[in-house]
């Protein structure tokens, strides 16, 4: 089977072992068979994670593969910000992850004056150019926080005309919101590549806790039926992965540009769908 022409990329987390990173650099030779575009790591509120985070990134960059640091902006203040770009750029960074972050509860908001990511964006356009790729995060079902869904796509809509090059949604299992989303922002005079997030499921209790904070939706029918396998985790990977795969096959045929895969900093389901998609 040719391999889809449309790329991937794959996220990981920063790991806190030599173990862990040594086990991550296997993951990504695993996943670098489908060509990714870029791999990108997280990153903690309040540069909470930096130094694990820079440390993936300069590992990914040195095994020849594109890496997009993601920054979140809010408890840094503009100066750290800078630094931390201007270090990145030295490092031959040329995409990055803007966004806002939620701050851990007990850490102090910081004094940057940086509230929400459309000012991180318009920071790094106006100060570094178009030297970053800047990528923007995007909600088709809408971020938890939001005063009201038109407010929600209001504030994407303004972040993204801040000068952001594409946009990576959270992850969702129900394919029409994110063809709703895309129609609502083109509507709207946004036509920047809004890429996919897709979550394979690894446990379906995790899943339930995630998606409960980040607002993302597990339609009823897939949630009863996952429950309903119970500690049947042969049964739920099985179900999980036909779905997952059905969605991405519909995402692709009906126009997203990309897919970018939350790994969990694991290469075994997300190869899996890869592979099933024909990359
Ligand atoms: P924003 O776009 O700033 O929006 C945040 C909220 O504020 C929304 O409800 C929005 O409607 C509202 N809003 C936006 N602008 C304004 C405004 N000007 N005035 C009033 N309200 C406004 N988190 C991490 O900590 N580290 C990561 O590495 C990380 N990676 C992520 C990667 C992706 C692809 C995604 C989708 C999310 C990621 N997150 C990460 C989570 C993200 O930081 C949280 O969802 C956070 O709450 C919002 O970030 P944002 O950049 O979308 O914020």
Not at 248 to 264: D, I, M, N, W
């Amino acid at each position: 089977m040719t391999s889809p022409s449309k790329k991937l990329s794959f996220e990981f987390f920063p790991t806190r072992t030599p173990e862990g990173r040594a086990k991550q650099v296997i993951t990504r030779k695993q996943l670098r068979q489908f060509s990714p575009e870029f791999f990108s790591c997280t990153s903690g509120a309040g540069g909470s994670t930096r130094d694990g985070t820079m440390q993936t990134i300069g590992d990914i960059l040195a095994e020849g593969t594109a890496a997009a640091p993601h920054l979140p902006c809010i408890g840094m203040t503009a100066a750290e910000i800078r630094e931390l770009l201007d270090t990145y750029k030295e490092m031959g960074v040329r995409h990055i992850v803007a966004l806002r972050g939620d701050i851990p509860s007990g850490m102090g908001a910081g004094t940057s004056g940086l509230r929400y990511a459309n000012e991180l964006v318009e920071l790094i356009k106006n100060e570094y150019g178009s030297h970053f790729h800047i990528e923007i995060a995007a909600y088709p079902e809408y971020h938890p926080q939001a005063r009201s869904a038109e407010d929600d796509l209001n504030h994407f809509v303004r972040k993204a005309k801040a000068g952001a090059d594409s946009a990576i949604t959270q992850y969702f299992y129900n394919a029409d919101a994110y063809f709703r989303f895309l129609d609502d922002v083109r509507g709207r005079g946004v036509d920047i590549p809004i890429i996919p997030g897709i979550m394979p499921i690894a446990s379906f209790s995790k899943l339930v806790r995630f998606s409960d904070t980040c607002g993302a939706e597990i339609p009823r029918w897939l949630r009863l039926k996952l429950q309903s396998y119970a500690d049947d985790s042969a049964a739920i990977k099985a179900l999980a992965l036909d779905v997952v795969t059905e969605m991405c096959e519909r995402l692709l045929r009906e126009g997203a540009p990309s897919l970018h895969f939350y790994t969990l900093n694991q290469a075994g389901l997300v190869s899996t769908i890869c592979q099933r998609l024909g990359y």
